[in-house]
């Protein structure tokens, strides 16, 4: 099974301030990895996928890079809505499919 | 626009049954590979099951297989999910779970979910 490993777990920002969150897997998932948003008493919303492409609707704002182990969600400039849980997710070495453990980007 | 609606959902006694149901509408259901994804309450998502199209292929979660069963009608564009000898851990909201692109065209990528149902093991 690929371990994802989410950091931070916790990130306290100001609206306007950029969010970088990291996901590094304990095996190469090549470039397929996803991202997602998650706000409460909600479904996940699917955000990013194979590692870079913005899904139907996503604002600009919001871009993913990486390959290989490692993988960065990137919020360029936070809007109120953009505070939320965020997970990673790989679909190369499945079955199983497995997330990242969840960050937590909090108003500070 | 695609929607995917669960229910089935409830409190059950440990060791009992409870049979999921997604309904899905808004797209052509019988060519999508579905997924089943549960999130404990406060705790991160765990992936639980999959189907393919035609329900001819289905992989399961370690922690639910032998237990659950996941299918699918296509006739009436509905997913389930039959789940045995709950415990606790089983706790959680089910989501129902598609994947973006007919036939798995971009692998499983999940594009759409539904609201999810509460599953609560408890005595």
């Known amino acids: 099974e690929n371990v994802l490993t989410q950091s931070p777990a916790t990130l306290s920002l100001s609206p306007g301030e950029r969010a970088t969150i990291s996901c590094r897997a304990s095996q190469s998932v090549d470039i397929y990895m996803a991202w997602f948003q998650q706000k409460p008493g909600q479904a996940p919303r699917l955000l990013i996928y194979d590692a870079s492409n913005r899904a139907t609707g996503i604002p600009a704002r919001f871009s993913g890079s990486g390959s290989g182990t490692d993988f960065t969600l990137t919020i360029s400039s936070l809007e109120p809505e953009d505070f939320a849980v965020y997970y990673c997710?790989?679909?190369?070495?499945?079955?199983?499919?497995?997330f990242g453990g969840g960050t937590k980007v909090e108003m500070k | 626009e695609v929607q995917l609606v669960e229910s089935g959902g409830g409190l059950v006694q440990p060791g009992g049954s409870l049979r999921l149901s997604c309904a899905a509408s808004?797209?052509?259901?019988?060519?999508?590979?579905m997924h089943w994804v549960r999130q404990a309450p406060g705790k991160g998502l765990l992936w639980v099951s999959h189907?393919?199209?035609?329900?001819?292929?289905?992989f399961y979660a370690d922690s639910v297989k032998g237990r659950f069963t996941t299918s699918r009608d296509n006739a009436k564009n509905t997913l389930y999910l039959e789940m045995n000898s709950l415990t606790a851990e089983d706790t959680a909201v089910y989501y129902c779970?598609?994947?973006?692109?007919?036939?798995?065209?971009?692998?499983?990528?999940?594009?759409?979910w539904g609201l999810g149902t509460l599953v609560t093991v408890s005595s």
């Open positions: 808004g797209f052509t259901f019988s060519t999508f590979w």
């Open positions: 997710q790989e679909r190369k070495n499945w079955p199983p499919l497995t």
């Open positions: 779970v598609r994947e973006m692109g007919a036939d798995h065209r971009y692998g499983a990528v999940f594009d759409y």
């Open positions: 189907i393919k199209s035609d329900g001819s292929v289905k």
